[in-house]
């Protein structure tokens, strides 16, 4: 570091020093790390869906096997009842699930932060009413509420997303003002308003990159949730019926009577997916905590 190193040069060594830190601390976490992986490796297969696997096989029209088909060499795990199989279905199932799933979580977040900042930052009559808002939303079941937005709405991908999303925010809006008042409390804080700086100033410069990484952390586990809600919703038969999710597998195998016919491969692929997948977050998550929250530090030091 020179003299003429200006400000900007400097803040960014600095948030750049502590992300290498904060990564050496996460790969130090084997359980955070192999979650990371193990969700890094699903994502890329499930995005390379489309060049690494036929999608014609999930046409009832042109399915080669027949209805509930137990798991053989050219269907490793079984047929369902149209036929189609299983291990197939499960693998473009993991595509709608991870896009439910991080789009449901970014909407969330987004509401969550935005809120959580502005009742914390702006204080007063604004606060109380943003506070009675999160406070009827906590009351309510967020999956009942969610099954009335998917009935209601059209039902599609992006009806489950909202539906998701706009039910999920309440606890990231009550983590955020939590953290934003700790920041606002600190002296730099009150200096940056002695100098003049306004509300985008303070909430740019100082407030987000103090929330961000808790928001980063508790992302991780709001994903998780989401994708556990998606399921459920498909299960219930709000989901998007036009598209293969874990969930409609799941009810397809209840409606059909594949459970009772004793084909545990139409039920046990989806459902063990489903809790590979959000223990996968789940872990990722927690380690994130450990590292980026300072009192959860502590207690593991």
Known sequence: MTATDKPSTIAWRRRRAAVAKHWREFAANKAGLTGLIFLGVITVLAILAPVLTDESGLDVTKVTGGPLEPPSGEFWLGTDIDGRSVLLMTYWGARISLLVGFSAAFLSVLIGTIIGIAAA?????????????????????????????????DRNTATVIIAIGVTAWPSTAR?????????????????????????????????LPGVMPLVLANTTLVVGNAVIADATLAFLGVGDPNSISWGAMLQSALNNGAI????????????????????????????????????LKGQHS
């Open 121 to 153: 930052h702006f204080g007063g009559w604004l606060s109380s009413l943003l506070l009675r808002f999160t406070d009827f939303f906590l009351v309510l079941p967020s999956l009942v509420l969610a099954v009335v937005l998917a009935a209601v709405l």
């Open 175 to 207: 983590l955020v003002r939590a953290q934003t008042l700790t920041i606002e409390s600190r002296p730099y804080i009150e200096r940056s308003k002695a100098l003049g700086g306004g509300h985008l100033h303070i909430v740019g410069k100082h407030v």
């Open 260 to 295: 009772t016919r004793g084909a545990w491969w139409n039920l046990l692929p989806p459902g063990i997916a489903i809790v590979v997948i959000v223990l996968g977050f789940t872990l990722v998550g927690r380690a994130l905590e450990t590292v980026l929250n300072p009192r």
